[in-house]
């Protein structure tokens, strides 16, 4: 094992295998998954976000009625709408730039969606982003009660079972915890 930068600005210590052709992506994404755990990948994800969402309000990302708004989406494809504005444009391209590694790393899809729901592109996501059973939908709403949710494909779903999101928004998208975070960093 080595240790090695992640893309966020993370050290974890992360199996080297001898041959990439040798171990399936999947096996390289359970190994990732298990080496930098939920407690590294919230931090990384919720830091991401904290310093944008610190001034908005904490929600969840939970609609209560369908929403299929194709003219907030962006004229040209990203990884990254930010429809709410919590972003700032720096901000913004470090995520895509972390979020083209880890997809690099692992042959998953990763997409986040910051918005406030009702004003959200909605369905229309899944035709821009050709969501499939390879991807990963991190919405950040502070809307309702918790500000993360995940909307995993069924690929993703074989290898990390629900109860990883579950955990990973519970802990890192409740109010207590971006109270916390949102009040260290000013």
């Given at each position: 094992m080595a240790t090695r930068h992640l893309s966020w600005g993370i050290h974890a210590r992360i199996p080297t295998p001898t041959t990439c052709s040798s171990i399936p992506k999947l096996t390289h994404?359970?190994?990732?998954?298990?080496?930098?755990?939920?407690?590294s990948m919230g931090l990384a994800l919720s830091t991401s976000l904290?310093?944008?969402?610190?001034?908005t309000g904490v929600g969840y990302a939970e609609a209560k009625t369908g929403v299929n708004k194709p003219e907030l989406l962006p004229k040209e494809f990203t990884t990254v709408i930010d429809v709410a504005g919590f972003l700032s444009p720096g901000q913004e391209k470090r995520?895509?730039?972390?979020?083209?590694?880890?997809e690099r790393d692992t042959g998953y899809k990763l997409r986040?969606?910051?918005?406030?729901?009702?004003?959200?592109?909605?369905f229309a996501i899944k035709d821009f982003w050709q969501v499939d059973d390879r991807t990963?939908?991190?919405?950040?709403?502070?809307t309702f009660g918790n500000i993360l949710n995940f909307n995993v494909g069924a690929q993703v779903d074989l290898?990390?079972?629900?109860?990883?999101?579950?955990?990973?928004?519970?802990k890192y998208g409740n109010i207590f915890y971006w109270k916390e975070k949102v009040s260290t960093l000013h």
């Open positions: 994404f359970r190994n990732w998954l298990s080496q930098v755990g939920s407690k904290a310093l944008a969402l610190s001034s995520l895509v730039e972390a979020i083209a590694n880890i986040i969606l910051a918005q406030n729901y009702p004003d959200t592109p909605g990963i939908v991190f919405v950040a709403d502070p290898e990390v079972p629900r109860s990883f999101w579950s955990r990973l928004a519970g």
